[in-house]
């Protein structure tokens, strides 16, 4: 199993910035990816960014140019750099974890933390 410990959320102003961290721990061997996902209110949840474990990356249209993921290896720790925050970025933010097995995918999810974007 994979234990999530997500930190860095809260209320901040139209055009701030956050820094989520999460921290994987537990069977950690086999991490392909890590990435955030989140859920605005009343809205499914959603892509924000991933991170491979070669460092390749992706984003939702909606946060690039704005939001940057990166991930320490050797902390097991994933980062979502978010700036010119907007009030529809106001979501639960989700890190989650997928690793590979022999082929098998298996997927961790973190507990979620609040980002809330408002004047």
């Known amino acids: 199993q994979v234990q999530l410990v997500e930190s860095g959320g809260g209320l901040v102003q139209p055009g701030g910035s956050l820094r989520l961290s999460c921290a994987a721990s537990g069977t950690i061997f086999s991490i392909y990816i890590m990435g955030w996902y989140r859920q605005p209110p009343g809205k499914q949840r959603e892509l924000v960014a991933t991170?491979?474990?070669?460092?390749?990356?992706n984003y939702a249209d909606s946060v690039k140019g704005r939001v940057t993921i990166s991930r320490d290896n050797a902390k097991n720790t994933v980062y979502l750099q978010m700036n010119n925050l907007k009030p529809e970025d106001t979501a639960v933010y989700y890190c989650?974890?997928?690793?590979?097995?022999?082929?098998?995918?298996?997927?961790?999810w973190g507990q979620g933390t609040q980002v809330t974007v408002s004047s």
């Open positions: 989650h974890v997928r690793r590979i097995i022999t082929g098998t995918p298996y997927n961790y």
């Open positions: 991170i491979t474990n070669g460092g390749s990356t």
